[in-house]
């Protein structure tokens, strides 16, 4: 009976992973449909940095907030969904600890954002690929974040820049319509 809970479980588990990878397919790709909507931004990051407060402080990682943005106008859920897949990756890429700075600003017309890690970087010859769907170099992943990042930028008008420095860190920089 035991070995059958631990089939049973394994199952389960297994079945899970695949909707999650079905469900990420599927959002990949549906052109993402915005509810465009005021956001509190300063309220926006507190809720960023609630959601990845144990894991940031298990892997001794800073968060820190740089902004003088106090409104944006955005679709809150695949904005909240850009942000948590930037910063998971960046945690991710951090395995001794670092710092993840994220700065907001507003120049002219546009929303400028950079999320910034001290984490082990990009290799050039990844760099080139890390938008593309199914394309990952980690051992469990999908491939699919980054490209969701980039579509949902997109949709929002904006642009997403990287640039990146083995052992040195990555910077995200998007950059939106105001």
Do not use: W
Request: no cysteine.
């Amino acid at each position: 009976e035991e070995k059958s809970r631990q089939a049973v479980a394994k199952i389960q588990k297994e079945v899970t992973n695949l909707k999650n990878l079905v469900d990420d397919f599927l959002n990949f790709a549906r052109k993402p449909s915005l509810q465009v909507e005021e956001i509190d931004f300063p309220e926006f990051l507190d809720e960023i940095r609630l959601y990845f407060s144990n894991q940031l402080a298990t892997a001794k990682i800073h968060l820190r907030f740089h902004t003088e943005i106090k409104n944006i106008r955005a679709d809150f859920y695949h904005l909240k969904r850009v942000f948590l897949n930037l910063i998971h990756n960046s945690i991710q890429a951090m395995d001794n600890g670092g710092i993840i700075d994220v700065h907001a600003s507003e120049e002219k017309n546009q929303i400028k954002i950079s999320i910034h890690d001290t984490g082990h970087g990009i290799s050039t010859e990844d760099l080139k690929k890390i938008f593309d769907p199914f394309y990952t170099t980690k051992e469990f992943g999908n491939g699919l974040g980054l490209s969701f990042v980039q579509k949902i930028v997109q949709a929002h008008g904006g642009v997403i820049l990287v640039h990146s420095e083995l052992n040195k860190g990555t910077n995200m920089n998007i950059t939106l319509p105001k």
